[in-house]
């Protein structure tokens, strides 16, 4: 039996990045540093930094890595799967903010170093929408529902985790592996239905 579409939702693909606590950032690049705005995110009040840190792992270093503003209460690392293999880390899926249990890395800035006991996670595959959506889809905050990519490579992801702030704007996140398996590009609607 067809399952119910609740609505279609634009997708945003993020790649591998940090967000950085006030104090992480001041050892990494000095004294009272505050990030450079490079272009702002789809997210309210969410920007993309000028700066970049390198981040080592037990098997190896990937820089280049871009720090997302504004500074957070805890530092957090976002990468794929593949970005994993190649750190030499084994990172947990989970939502934003959850790190107990999470392996860490060692951040390199311009000024500084910083050694993380946690932190690095594959980010749960998520929707931001706003309550106005939520009423629309009629979801709720931390519900779980599915999504269906059409195309060459169709695939349905299962277990997306609906998030509901009045700030946010609709659109889900996606890491580049899961794009890439999907053959997906930024702002492409998918189709959010009931797990």
């Known amino acids: 039996m067809a399952k119910e579409i609740l609505g279609k939702v634009p997708v945003g693909i993020s790649n591998r990045h940090i967000h950085l606590s006030q104090q992480d950032l001041e050892t990494l690049f000095g004294p009272g540093y505050e990030l450079t705005v490079r272009g702002?995110?789809?997210?309210?009040?969410?920007?993309?930094?000028?700066?970049?840190?390198?981040?080592?792992?037990?098997?190896?270093?990937?820089?280049?890595?871009?720090?997302?503003?504004?500074?957070?209460?805890?530092?957090?690392?976002?990468?794929?799967?593949?970005?994993?293999?190649?750190?030499?880390?084994?990172?947990?899926?989970?939502?934003?903010?959850?790190?107990?249990?999470?392996?860490?890395?060692?951040?390199?800035?311009?000024?500084?170093?910083?050694t993380l006991d946690k932190g690095v996670i594959l980010a749960q595959r998520h929707i931001h929408m706003n309550e106005e959506d939520a009423a629309r889809f009629g979801v709720k905050d931390k519900e779980m529902v599915s999504v269906r990519v059409g195309g060459e490579r169709g695939v349905v992801f299962e277990n997306v985790l609906v998030r509901v702030r009045s700030?946010?704007?609709?659109?889900?996140?996606?890491?580049?592996?899961?794009?890439?398996?999907?053959?997906?590009?930024?702002?492409?609607?998918?189709?959010?239905?009931?797990?």
């Open 167 to 195: 700030d946010f704007v609709l659109e889900m996140h996606i890491d580049t592996d899961e794009a890439n398996a999907a053959i997906l590009s930024n702002g492409e609607l998918v189709e959010v239905f009931r797990n």
């Open 40 to 114: 702002p995110l789809s997210q309210t009040g969410q920007f993309a930094a000028e700066e970049t840190v390198t981040i080592e792992g037990p098997k190896s270093s990937i820089s280049n890595v871009r720090i997302l503003g504004p500074t957070r209460k805890e530092t957090q690392i976002e990468i794929s799967r593949t970005d994993s293999f190649a750190l030499g880390l084994k990172p947990p899926v989970r939502d934003s903010g959850l790190l107990d249990g999470s392996p860490g890395v060692t951040v390199i800035g311009p000024k500084g170093r910083v």
